[in-house]
């Protein structure tokens, strides 16, 4: 069974304290509370060094940002869905004066759950060719498979430019 909780609750670790004076053995109150019997060994080995059941403070270097910056860039994010990193950092820079990397602002992102996507171009249709298509279409609503469609070849469209670096957006 995986679990999805890290860290021992401050109520598991009341109880591992409780029973463990009332006598029930490690590998019984790990039972009893789902959890790993080394988990419970390595709690009461570290209350015991320190006297108290509080967690140690984390390793690690500091987060820089604050959550009001998370939320900043989280609303820019919301806002230009179709911006790239670099172009969100711009408009956070200018906005609310935040200075920092894109790929910090990707960092970011994808905490919030964003995925890396190439955004795609959509087809624009002028209102003629619309009216075009329509009447071409009505013209032959009431064809047949068998009879009237057979005697044409539909191919797709392909464009190639020579010369012209890649359009695509990576967002």
Known sequence: MSQSRKYLTSEEKSFILQWT???K????????LRRNKATI??????????????ASP???RPRFFTARDDRCISR???????????????????NDGLGM????????MKEMGAKKRVLKKAVVIRKPNVI????WVKARSRWTVELDWKCYIFSDECSVELGRKNSRVVL
Not at 25 to 32: N, R, Y
Not at 41 to 54: E, H, I, M
């Open 21 to 23: 004076e009332d006598g």
């Open 25 to 32: 053995t490690q590998a019984e109150v790990a039972k009893l």
């Open 41 to 54: 060994s390595r709690f009461l080995k570290r209350y015991k060094a320190t006297g108290t059941s509080a």
């Open 58 to 60: 984390k390793p690690g």
């Open 76 to 94: 820019a994010y919301k806002s230009n869905r179709t911006a790239s990193t670099r172009s969100l950092n711009g408009i956070l820079e200018s």
């Open 101 to 108: 990397s894109h790929m910090t602002v990707w960092r970011h």
């Open 132 to 135: 075009k298509r329509l009447r």
